[in-house]
T-cell receptor, first 111, second 114 residues
Framework: SQQGEEDPQALSIQEGENATMNCSYK?????LQWYRQNSGRGLVHLIL?????REKHSGRLRVTLDTSKKSSSLLITASRAVDTASYFC???????????FGKGTRLHILP | GAGVSQSPSNKVTEKGKDVELRCDPI?????LYWYRQSLGQGLEFLIY????????KSGLPSDRFSAERTGGSVSTLTIQRTQQEDSAVYLC????????????FGNGTRLTVT
């Protein structure tokens, strides 16, 4: 069963704009991660935020975590064509350490 | 260094046949995961190996699915008597520790059951 749910399911924005994707989850977690997937194959890790952290930055990426609301957001600033991909959140559940993925957001950057 | 390697990259099989999918994790990684991804969908958890502990098989969809990990390294996912609904991309990932480490994914095996 899915632990996380991303929204929106799909997002199209103009190049240069910011893209925001959200993730909600159900059970207590050790950490939350965001991954990118191109062309339906292997996923690439983007950023990990621990349950005691509230915000984390990496380059053009900004991730927030609100454990009271069981939600996270991924912000990509100044989007580029190469950012076109599917983005998934994954939660490391503290009851069993199993890493469970959401259904993903398909992001399309328009030229 | 070498990443996670999966083979074959593509597999077409007839309904009712058995298939074996292989995953070579990054050397030294103790955790290994199998996921399944149907077209345009999210990743469905199948099974999780951690070191010498008993694997977490809670995601396997039926008893036609099994997996093993030999010597704490290579893993094989076996699907017996394949069905058309088994068609998907099967992804393997490994990580170096029990928690708090990102997963390293292979490029997957695309299974098509005709």
């Amino acid at each position: 069963s899915q632990q996380g749910e991303e929204d929106p399911q799909a997002l199209s924005i103009q190049e240069g704009e910011n893209a925001t994707m959200n993730c909600s989850y159900k059970t207590s977690i050790n950490n939350l991660q965001w991954y990118r997937q191109n062309s339906g194959r292997g996923l690439v890790h983007l950023i990990l935020i621990r349950s005691n952290e509230r915000e984390k930055h990496s380059g053009r990426l900004r991730v927030t975590l609100d454990t009271s609301k069981k939600s996270s957001s991924l912000l990509i600033t100044a989007s580029r064509a190469v950012d076109t991909a599917s983005y998934f959140c994954a939660t490391d559940r503290n009851r069993d350490d199993k890493i469970i993925f959401g259904k993903g957001t398909r992001l399309h950057i328009l030229p | 260094g070498a990443g996670v390697s999966q083979s074959p990259s593509n597999k077409v099989t007839e309904k009712g046949k058995d298939v074996e999918l292989r995953c070579d994790p990054i050397s030294g990684h103790t955790a290994l995961y199998w996921y399944r991804q149907s077209l345009g969908q999210g990743l469905e958890f199948l099974i999780y190996f951690q070191g010498n502990s008993a694997p977490d098989k809670s995601g396997l969809p039926s008893d036609r699915f099994s997996a093993e990990r030999t010597g704490g390294s290579v893993s094989t996912l076996t699907i017996q008597r394949t069905q058309q609904e088994d068609s998907a991309v099967y992804l393997c990932a490994s990580s170096p520790t029990r928690q708090g480490s990102p997963l390293h994914f292979g490029n997957g095996t695309r299974l098509t059951v005709t």
